[in-house]
């Protein structure tokens, strides 16, 4: 017959090896009555004193088993199989972690300029150049200039004339370029 759970786990924490070849339920019971043979003021004593501290504190009584228990061999392999399956998980999270920085993220393309903005460009280099709005490099009446070349680029683009003269004709003939 094999053996519960409840006497599995009891034979854990006292420290016999029921997995053993050969371990039959006699021979645990032989055991436990050698313990029990030995030391019954001891053990009765320790059951008492035990129960009292247990029932006191059952957080501790819990660790005190659990450790117990750690200190057979199963307990051992146990501890040795969590070890080595942290040590595989901070592993594999290094990895990722890894493999996370060193994608890189693509640059954003660059918008390319539309024909009119770069009409408006040129225009304004082109008043920027010229004495009509200020004097050479920088530009006094800024809305002024803005209209002009913006009037400007917008009838070229549909398929208007250049001025016979002035600043306009210069912003035409620089437009034209790029139309």
Do not use: W
Request: net charge positive.
């Amino acid at each position: 017959m094999a053996f519960s759970k409840l006497e599995k786990a009891m034979a854990l924490v006292i420290g016999l090896d029921i997995a053993a070849p050969g371990f039959s339920r006699a021979a645990a019971k032989a055991a436990v009555g050698a313990i029990g043979r030995v030391t019954p003021p001891l053990a009765r004593a320790a059951a008492t004193t035990t129960t009292g501290l247990a029932a006191a504190n059952p957080a501790l009584t819990g660790a005190a088993i659990g450790l117990g228990a750690l200190q057979t061999q199963p307990g051992q392999d146990l501890l040795a199989a969590a070890a080595e399956r942290g040590r595989m998980d901070r592993i594999r999270f290094e990895q990722a972690l890894t493999n996370l920085t060193a994608v890189t993220i693509p640059k954003a393309k660059k918008r390319t300029k539309s024909k009119f903005n770069k009409m408006v460009s040129a225009g304004m280099a082109t008043v920027k150049a010229s004495t009509s709005y200020g004097k050479k490099g920088t530009i006094s009446n800024s809305k002024k200039a803005f209209k002009a070349v913006t009037t400007t680029a917008s009838k070229i683009l549909k398929g208007g004339k250049t001025a016979k003269s002035g600043i306009t004709r210069k912003l035409g003939l620089a437009m034209r370029k790029i139309r």
